[in-house]
């Protein structure tokens, strides 16, 4: 049974920095591609980026390239999204996804609760 659980979120000022935690189980990160994308009250589900099993390749949004960077601890099953200068309109729900396929996109479905991220002075 596939299982995604994000954490790592909290309240960052403006410039500050974050590292998202997705914990797998029910299948390998190291074999499948796993996306993150976050959810704004009131807007629709933006895709934030991709890392694929099938080369390493990672993917990202331009509205978060060059600030955050995926990546992947085999041993812990466990994908990470860090986040630095970090700005007002990054605040969002961030939930990871899979579709164990090995390539990306992968498609934006909430498999686990998702973790709060508030970017506040």
């Known amino acids: 049974q596939v299982q995604l659980v994000e954490s790592g979120g909290g309240l960052v000022q403006p410039g500050g920095s974050l590292r998202l935690s997705c914990v797998a189980s029910?299948?390998?990160?190291?074999?499948?591609?796993v996306g993150w994308f976050r959810q704004a009250p009131g807007k629709e589900r933006e895709g934030v980026g991709c890392i694929s099993s099938s080369d390493g390749r990672t993917y990202y949004s331009d509205s978060v390239k060059g600030r955050f960077t995926i990546s992947v601890d085999n041993g812990k099953n466990t994908v990470y999204l860090q986040m630095v200068n970090l700005k007002p309109e990054d605040t969002a729900v961030y939930y990871c996804t899979t579709d164990l396929d090995s390539r990306c996109p992968v498609p934006m479905r909430s498999w686990g609760q998702g973790t709060q991220v508030t970017v506040s002075s």
């Open positions: 029910g299948f390998s990160v190291g074999y499948n591609a």
